[in-house]
């Protein structure tokens, strides 16, 4: 039976090879290592549990060979039944070694809200196209298409945070930035350049926006100046001052929050 990824439309068979251990896993504590070639799983009762506990759940067994190809069977019975050890028939280094195991189980989640899917076998890359410019006055053409659809995305983002299409907990702060920029640098020079293309596009476009102390509010403060004829009053000039600061800490305050306490630490 093969292993069906709905989302992609498609289904592929897995090998039973192991091609990695992770550190510190059930599977390097037991010992595996990698090309080792697993025989038989075997997923057995929690310890000091019988089968009266969980009827009609039973203990189930698989084996592999070129004819037998029940991985994805295996797989799936394993997420219905997690945390229940396993029994491994595997050869290794001309052996085969019998190991149990006992999977790694999630301890802040419900025994009903552990499940796995591994993308295993499948090797997914971002679609990339190559822009080349034959000449300076393309090169620049192709530079304001790119501000201005960043810029049309950050308005665009701005107005979905407005209506609740996207949760405000989506923002980034400088910590996920620089994160993020250091693995743009892993790409190339062309690649990072246009990420502080991107981030420049960003600032100026939230530094024009309508809110007293950044640029956007000072304009508004210009244009009813200069259509009424005569400044604002001193007292209305100094509290959207101060109702503008407090927001834009504010905001500075959330995104840190959730870059050090929700991502970071998590």
């Known amino acids: 039976t093969p292993l069906a990824v709905g989302s992609l439309g498609i289904a592929f068979h897995l090998i039973p090879t192991v091609l990695k251990v992770e550190e510190g896993s059930p599977a390097a504590k037991a010992g595996i290592k990698p090309n080792a070639l697993v025989k038989k799983i075997k997923i057995r009762y929690p310890e000091n549990e ?7 759940i039973p203990e189930v067994t698989y084996e592999f ?15 219905v039944r997690p945390g229940w050890p396993v029994e491994l028939t595997f050869s290794q280094d001309g052996k085969i070694i019998e190991e149990k195991l006992q999977p790694w189980v999630n301890p802040k989640q419900k025994p009903e809200e552990q499940w796995s899917l591994p993308v295993r076998g499948i090797r997914l890359q971002s679609l ?42 989506e923002l980034s702060g400088p910590v996920t930035i620089a994160k993020v920029a250091y693995e743009v640098a892993h790409d190339g020079y062309a690649q990072l350049l246009l990420f502080l293309g991107f981030l420049s596009v960003n600032l100026a476009v939230l530094n024009f926006l309508p809110i007293p102390v950044l640029d956007g509010g000072h304009m508004v403060f210009l244009c009813w100046e200069g259509i009424t004829r005569k400044r604002p009053n001193e007292k209305v000039l100094t509290a959207a001052t101060y109702v503008g600061m407090i927001f834009v800490l504010g905001l500075m305050i959330f995104v840190l929050y959730l870059d050090i306490f929700l991502r970071a630490l998590s």
Not at 65 to 79: I, S, V
Not at 129 to 146: H, N, T
Not at 148 to 156: F, G, H, Q, R
Not at 163 to 168: I, L, N, Q
């Open 128 to 169: 990339r196209e190559i822009q080349q410019a034959d000449s300076m006055g393309q090169a620049l053409g192709m530079g304001v298409q790119y501000t201005t659809n960043s810029a049309k995305d950050i308005y665009l983002t701005l107005r979905s945070l407005i209506t609740g299409r996207v949760s405000p907990m």
């Open 65 to 79: 060979d070129d004819k037998n190809k029940n991985w994805a069977n295996a797989f799936w019975e394993m997420q």
């Open 50 to 56: 019988t089968e009266a506990d969980w009827a009609p």
